[in-house]
């Protein structure tokens, strides 16, 4: 896969990443998260962090929300495989039934 490098901002530091052509979008977006985040930390935290202590607490707060993300995804993709599997047993019910009365 071809590469572009792309310059993006974090934390008031400039960074030249490697990015796969068409996910510059996405890796610029990711970068304003990570900024957005760290000024709230930055805001919100003691002023003797340091700016990789507080970029380790916003690492760590992003490290959870994926979390999150991911229990509540895979929650969710349960709950739908279950609707589909009972979904499914109507279907065949019906058939099933459908059938017998043809007969």
């Known amino acids: 896969m071809s590469q572009n490098t792309v310059t993006i ?8 990443i490697a990015c796969p052509v068409g996910e510059e979008s996405a890796l610029l977006a990711a970068a ?4 957005v985040r760290y ?4 805001e919100n935290t003691a002023a003797s ?5 507080s ?5 760590l707060n992003l ?4 979390l999150i993300a991911r229990n509540t995804a895979e929650k ?7 609707k589909i599997e009972l979904l499914q047993s ?14």
């Open 9 to 16: 901002n974090v934390a008031n530091k400039s960074l030249k």
């Open 32 to 35: 304003h998260e990570l900024t």
């Open 39 to 42: 000024k709230k930390v930055t």
């Open 49 to 53: 962090y340091s700016s990789e202590q």
């Open 55 to 59: 970029m380790m607490m916003t690492a």
């Open 63 to 66: 490290s959870y929300d994926l």
């Open 76 to 82: 969710e993709k349960l709950a739908l495989q279950s």
């Open 90 to 103: 109507t279907i065949e019910q019906a058939l099933s039934t459908a059938d017998i009365e043809k007969s």
